[in-house]
């Protein structure tokens, strides 16, 4: 059985590996404090070009988002974001745990853009009552969207430019953030990002690491204090160093993209196998992930060989979705583009 | 410099890192569902003979404790501690930040009994207008304490007993747990600790793991839907693998208990060394903590070779910690022996 | 100006204000503690034939709902609701501020079925993943609804067996309840309500009172603790008499029922004038709330004279909202007809 | 039997009773938009000189603490106050509900002084590892104390200065402020205490209205959106006339010191009696809550005529309090201080 059904089904990259076992008996300062954590800050601030960035490694996602949205807004606050998006969707209410609500928008492809956001708002300070609704005060997106889908450079600045000009902190989850840099289709960089973002973080977890993500905040209006919020809701790994070496290894000669790289091109080769053959892709993504709608026997066929993930029902159709990794063996993949070719 | 001023400032047992090593490219599935979770949840079960026991692998001390709490209180309702119990202390306020109030025991060593528990309960109930107090609900308990002391097994029956005839659960902080359990002066089994509480957690962080912590929760009342508890709060690693081979790696040939041993019999070398310069120890430690008070100029002298932990002032003298932990050289102690012995 | 803009700009029925007065200097205990808030209680679990009823007297409908919501639910729990549902919509987050998702269900009208329940049920737990998803564990509904609706005798039947068949609550907010009681169009009794739901409440600021609304918790397993709880939230009214003496009014001599039917009835014949002249009422509401659908021009001429609310747009027509309450004059509405003939 | 064990067993001055009736059917707009809301405001404007001041009506005590506190810190900051301290002792853990630790001060008499605070904010900062622990960023006391104590205008000028040089809110629970004012040893004024606070309360509940708070932000850098913070936690009255007239009318003709006065100087006889009888008085109050030590044969000889309330033991004697209010009748307060005489 081949495993394409998720990208964090293995380790980390080897040089990550055999940095642990070289450093495991080394003695470094906890929480964060120590020579491997600063460094790997310091090539992250290098990388997006802001000196100023304020740099921090958290174990994952949940507990990423989580701890910056609520070091950021106060009680009567909201986030807006996709219907479809991390926060609303998989993770168990962890933001309105914090006390915030998840504002929602519809949104087919998993993006949302300027002209919703700038409606919600509108529609608030528009109403009389509205101090007996929610506040909307922040905007999430996820890059690439959980439907594996791109903001482009455009659709990007608008959004930003929105959030300026009405003083919100526009915030980007970037689980996957090098598989959508290292896409063909991506006209953004890491730099823009970080430009056009308030905050954002660089997942590791599926990209390379064992675990941690890396969270930047660019706008020093919201980093006062964030050690403490990290230590409140227990995300301050005592031993800093291990999310430290990793992010310093990824972010040491381009290894972060090159993995990434690895596993868009091999998605993109199973996109154009489905395509070859005529079978519809439920969502258009030019990244690591990929949603073809397969009939009863199509899914039955590939299930044999190949594990998927299910997602939905589409018509008399089931989506299902192939991932790749920076793991992904290019072997498996061509394994299974000759039984899609066979279907 | 020799350091001994904390317990979690080196990785893991080498047997661990040899095993990420060598399955790290296995394809397991993510959030705790692999066969090293189980396999490692199932050898503690055995270890404390409780084929039912609910055991989940967390990343660190403060998040264990924050979720276990959480969970099980209801709005109104606290937590009672020693006053230097680390979640009144050391943990940013991570249970209120939940909703609930530490209810704090003063405490000279820091252990609490069961007459002091009794009597913040029956003064509740006692008190005609309690519901604008809040409900004293659980018990926490450090074992070791954060001062390196530890619970007899009459003082730990007594407060089980308690606990148990007032039905509010009793859950104990094990963050050092092999340490105290490795302890000559102990008279409590892992068994015993099982028994006596209704949940504890084996610490890992501080003995012999990357990171991690095993939750057990014994009593069956406060096991349902922890695992959504912990998606919520950002603590279900996404491969929770690496969680599972740590404590399987650990709970395999006595492991854990023959590295804890090791720290605790080096600590009490250092004990006999204060002891013999008539040195006074703050508090009365015979687990891998040891806090001697030291003059001015002892601090000095020592401070040249040997990195401790500042702990307060005791008159005039400095009360300073030096830890032992699995990782500790004998060498490294005989080296702070003889600088003691020099003073 | 003639205000049927809402339903609480008066104070309250002449007979509250008078007793007030009568009693003001008695002394009473404090925090619902005396004899008034007791009789009240009494009176209220006689009216629903339940002598063990619990009857909390808070102050308002937004303070009743957190406080029941947050005392039940776990924190990974949500609840179930209307997207149109006063805790979603007009409560700025006083659910999520308790750290609790409110779960929506599309609604045309207002109301929700037991059918939309059970598909989220469904859905929940047959998703693999469901602990990454807020468990739906409670239901919430307004009766009537925000838009005047009501749920039939049928369909609050088919909603409470199946909350009963999955073990969650139903919850009903009555800040209305009067007005929708006294309509022709219910089926359903005071009785059936308590029958039905395991808490509601029987709101007083819209009907008859200065303010307060009287939680009725009928199932006995949401009941324990409740006063912490009251207390926690800031709602323990120090002069408890004053809520208690207000509901002992209102439910002497069936005095809630009259004042809500005048409200109904005038509603009804504004219904009929509409009707007459072909507006199109934008739900069809059989309660003190009427929302007709004008164009630009019927909505100047009437505003000329009368207090409305605003909607929202309907195509190229503006729903406005007239009501009425207990302290409605009938030559008020008298005038309103005219006018409405008159367009 | 006269009662005398609290302060707020009876209605309202019966300026405000007479009001409520006549103003009863006038049609306001609700939730404090109303022009009685905005005249009681600007009366509490004038009476404290400051034209900018923020002033919102509330319900209650525990309402108003928890509001003001939970919309001014950080998840991770905790608010300073006495041991003793009404939010730390009999609010059932409402500050911690809303995620902020209360930070304990020693007190003997229920103040707490600027040497208390700069110890706590120096050590805090002074410990490396200050991250780990909550951090203290608002200051709460009461005025009067709990304990009827009050604080001399050295001693609010030294805490206001030590607040402002830190950065820190000065927040003054004013639950029986009127009592405090017009005590004869109060050598601060209303503008004294909102000169040197960033907010306070007025009492009401305590002081001569039905129920009601006065919340007094002087600090405009903590009044933004506070309103959406009253809705949200269920504290936005829908008749804020209700609470808009009640303070009108404390606020006219200085009635609200008055009546104040009137039970101060009620007390200052109780006072004077215990101590010509040398019965002890725990704490040394000036204010109209009043504390004697008495033994079982008084207390029991008291209580045959007189409601008082039980404080706590003292040695072979037992503490009871006696209150007077607005409403206590001389004649009353005279056959107390006879019985006293006998004893």
């Not at 980390?12 to 003695?27: D, F, G, H, Q, S």
């Not at 290098?46 to 174990?59: R, S």
């Not at 993770?91 to 519809?106: F, L, N, P």
């Not at 403490?228 to 992010?247: D, H, N, P, S, V």
Request: hydrophobic residues 35%; proline residues 3%; aromatic residues 10%.
């Amino acid at each position: 059985m081949i495993r394409l059904e998720c990208d964090y089904t293995q380790g980390a990259v080897p040089e990550i590996i055999k940095r642990l076992a070289e450093t495991n008996l080394e003695m470094t300062p906890g929480y964060g404090e120590d020579c491997y954590y600063a460094s790997a800050a310091d090539k992250i601030r290098g990388e997006i070009n802001m000196p100023e960035a304020d740099v921090h490694f958290l174990v994952g996602g949940t507990q990423t988002n989580m701890l910056f949205i609520s070091s950021v807004l106060r009680p009567h606050q909201g986030v807006m974001c996709a219907h479809t998006g991390h926060i609303n969707a998989h993770e168990t209410g962890a933001v309105e745990a914090t006390g915030h609500k998840v504002i929602t928008i519809a949104s087919d492809d998993g993006t949302i853009n300027a002209q919703q956001v700038r409606e919600i708002l509108d529609a608030h300070y528009a109403d009389a009552s509205h101090e007996h609704i929610v506040q909307p005060a922040m905007v999430y997106i996820s890059f690439p969207t959980e439907n594996g889908t791109l903001y482009s450079k455009a659709q990007l600045t608008e959004l930003s430019a929105l959030c300026r000009e009405r003083d919100i902190p526009l915030y980007l989850d970037g689980a996957r953030l090098g598989y959508g840099l290292m896409s063909e289709e991506c006209d953004l960089t890491i730099c823009d990002i970080a430009k056009f973002c308030d905050a954002f973080y660089i997942g590791g977890t599926k990209v390379g690491a064992l675990f941690g993500e890396a969270l930047v905040i660019t706008n020093s209006k919201y980093t006062k204090d964030f050690r403490y919020i990290e230590k409140q809701k227990g995300a301050m790994l005592a031993k800093g160093r291990l999310l430290g070496l990793q992010f310093d290894t990824l972010f040491t000669d381009s290894l972060y993209y090159k993995i990434s790289s690895h596993a868009t091109s091999l998605a993109m080769k199973i996109r154009k196998a489905f395509q070859s053959k005529d079978i519809e892709l439920y969502f258009d993504s030019p990244t690591n992930q990929q949603f073809p709608c397969l009939t009863d026997e199509q899914m039955a066929k590939l299930g044999e060989e190949f594990a998927y993930c299910y997602w939905c029902k589409s018509g008399d159709k089931h989506v299902v979705r192939f991932c790749t990794s920076w793991a992904t063996k290019e072997e498996d993949v061509d394994k299974l583009i000759e039984a899609i070719e066979r279907l």
